[in-house]
């Protein structure tokens, strides 16, 4: 085959996968190779057909039938969206954002960070995670350590004035960038005390990003960083653990994002939704929280929830996203993903 026709293949055998929900993982075993190899094929940088015969197989069709569909799924494509899922090609003319934030630590901000915005870029979209936290957690757990080094972070972009674009490498998930995290962005609210409209330069620098999403993991303070990404944002999600402390802490934390919906500030940001984390099913504790949060916030608990799990403290240590870490527990952040869309499309009318 051509190279064009091979990359026309790998991105429609990859939609399809995505379609159906079938884990590069699932196709590394059925192919008897790893996950990396499938991530090549996928791009069609694979010569051999073996592989492509294969998976064309797995899918219930014959290789001929494989390359006529990629064909039709290439004709359908705009040069925007060439590569994307067949049933999820995104036709936004700006990135939809979203920020994800909580009043403490220790709630799961950076674990729905970085899945959220991995099952997004598995779905074909082409995805910005933004750092912001310090720690640089999600920067650590997905920047690719064969890409180029990081050469600065969101700091450089509200501080120095620096393209974002210049500061975005490559990470071990097809499709999302990073905006990486460094420890230099705990000092940002002391360098810009006296900088009139310091809260908005992130905001601004991103507004030009070419994407689909942008997403923003967000410290636990609740200072320049999480309201810049706030000013820049259409949506914030609230992750929070599920415990009695919580309540609490949510019944004072939404009233406070709501105050920069206001018109000087953010007239078009709403709380997507509260995302229950490290959820025991069966427990009494659990069942109680959970009903305790639907009768004082309603709508906004996300329907879905994300269940405790060791897997999540061990996926990134091994640079893996959870849904290919352990997939039977990566489909609660699947079905939040299907969630969140859901919820954006109805929030845009």
Request: with cysteine; aromatic share 6%.
């Amino acid at each position: 085959m051509e190279q064009t026709e091979q990359i026309e293949l790998g991105g429609y055998l990859n939609a399809l996968a995505t379609a159906r929900g079938v884990t590069q993982n699932e196709l590394g075993t059925y192919l008897g190779v790893d996950r990396a190899t499938v991530s090549r094929v996928y791009k069609g940088a694979v010569v051999k057909i073996d592989h492509y015969d294969a998976l064309a197989t797995y899918f219930g069709m014959t290789l001929e039938e494989a390359r006529e569909g990629a064909s039709k799924h290439a004709a359908s494509l705009t040069p925007a969206s060439a590569g994307r899922s067949v049933l999820e090609t995104s036709h936004y003319a700006s990135p939809r954002t979203l920020t994800i934030a909580s009043r403490k630590g220790g709630t799961c901000k950076t674990t729905s960070s970085v899945s959220i915005a991995g099952c997004l870029a598995q779905r074909g979209f082409d995805v910005v995670l933004v750092d912001l936290d310090g720690q640089a957690n999600a920067t650590s757990w997905l920047l690719d350590p064969e890409g180029p080094e990081p050469t600065g972070s969101a700091f450089e972009v509200v501080h120095d004035n620096v393209d974002p674009e210049e500061l975005f490498r490559p990470s071990v998930v097809d499709g999302l960038r990073l905006l990486p995290g460094h420890d230099r962005l705990d000092t940002l609210d002391r360098k810009m005390v006296g900088e009139w409209g310091a809260e908005k330069r992130l905001a601004r620098a991103m507004r030009n990003v070419r994407a689909d999403y942008i997403i923003y993991d967000c410290p636990g303070d609740f200072d320049l960083r999480t309201v810049s990404a706030l000013l820049g944002s259409r949506w914030v999600l609230v992750p929070t653990e599920v415990s009695s402390l919580a309540i609490s802490g949510l019944a004072q934390f939404i009233p406070k994002l709501l105050e920069f919906s206001d018109p000087d500030f953010n007239p078009n940001l709403e709380v997507l939704g509260v995302l229950m984390c490290r959820y025991q099913k069966g427990t009494i504790l659990s069942r109680d929280i959970s009903s305790t949060l639907n009768t004082h916030l309603g709508e906004l608990v996300m329907t879905r929830k994300i269940r405790e799990s060791v897997r999540y403290k061990e996926c990134p240590s091994h640079r893996e996203l959870i849904t290919d870490y352990a997939p039977k527990m990566g489909k609660d952040y699947v079905h939040v993903t299907d969630e969140i869309l859901d919820r954006m499309e109805r929030s845009n009318g």
